[in-house]
């Protein structure tokens, strides 16, 4: 066996065994955080069922849903919980293949990316959730009696969840985007118009059809896009080691440049 094949063949094994640390440790937290599964679930759907009339309560419409939907939502909690740990294993993988640059780079942008899908999860049930449920319970007649089935506002809590905390990220693939050089900041400051109607026809796809949460998740994408380009001015410009490196190299070059013109052809 080549001595490629053998550095394939290792990589391949820490990669098994960093998957294993990663998904044991989601175990480990979902076994010890079941006791409370149907705590949790009713954490979930407090902002639901803050809206609903006095003595209404959600319903469950399967045999086993009961069941699996606090296991689910346990599930999510669990790999939220052990997730610090999910990118140490995933940052101990690739962090060898790195340069030193490359490094200074990557850590801070995987853990920013990480923060920000946090609080884009955080921002819409703390916020979103209680205003878009309270504007559809006004909206209903006073003829319905909400009921809600688990499954389905499961789903649809996953869905604002991933749509929020994708839309969070949008800095780091600013940054991205131009550390990368695929485009620079003027050219990102020029794009205003477009990403404000990308963003909101964005927030139509994903989010209920109302105005409110539309602009819940517009805005803050909007907001998000000036906080990248912030950020990606203040990383692209050099910094003041470079600047002077820059200046010696010029202040070097200019006597020999004047040399050079007065030599003959």
């Known amino acids: 066996m080549s001595e490629q094949q053998e550095t394939f063949i290792a990589h391949l094994i820490e990669l098994r065994d960093r998957l294993i640390r990663a998904l044991l440790a989601i175990v ?15 954490i979930l759907a407090k902002p639901m069922m803050d809206t609903l009339p006095a003595g209404t309560n959600m319903i469950a419409t399967g045999v086993v849903t009961p069941f699996f939907v606090p296991v689910k939502v ?4 669990a790999f939220v919980f052990a997730l ?11 962090a060898p293949g790195l340069y030193a640059h490359e490094k200074r780079l990557a850590l801070p942008l995987v853990l920013g990316s990480t923060l920000l899908f946090l609080l884009g999860m955080a921002f819409c049930y703390f916020f979103v959730f209680g205003t ?11 003829s319905i009696v909400p009921a809600p089935d688990i499954e389905q506002y499961l789903s649809f809590v996953m869905s604002m969840f991933i749509a929020f905390g994708i839309t969070f990220e949008v800095p780091v693939a600013v940054i991205l985007m131009v550390k990368a050089g695929i485009v620079d900041v003027a050219k990102l400051r020029e794009s205003r118009p477009y990403v404000i109607v990308g963003a909101f026809v964005v927030a139509a796809i994903v989010t209920p059809p109302d105005v409110v949460s539309q602009f819940m998740l517009a805005v803050p994408m909007c907001l998000l896009y000036e906080l990248g380009i912030v950020l990606a001015g203040m990383l692209s410009r050099p910094s003041p080691q470079q600047e002077a490196a820059g200046e010696t190299v010029q202040q070097l070059a200019g006597p020999a440049a004047a040399d050079g013109e007065g030599e003959p052809r």
Do not use: R, S
């Open 28 to 42: 480990i937290v979902f076994v010890c955080l079941m006791p409370w599964a149907g705590a949790i679930y009713d």
């Open 74 to 77: 346990t599930m999510m909690v």
């Open 84 to 94: 610090p740990w999910v990118l140490y294993q995933a940052w101990a993988f690739i």
């Open 132 to 142: 878009v449920f309270k504007f559809i319970a006004e909206f209903a007649p006073k």
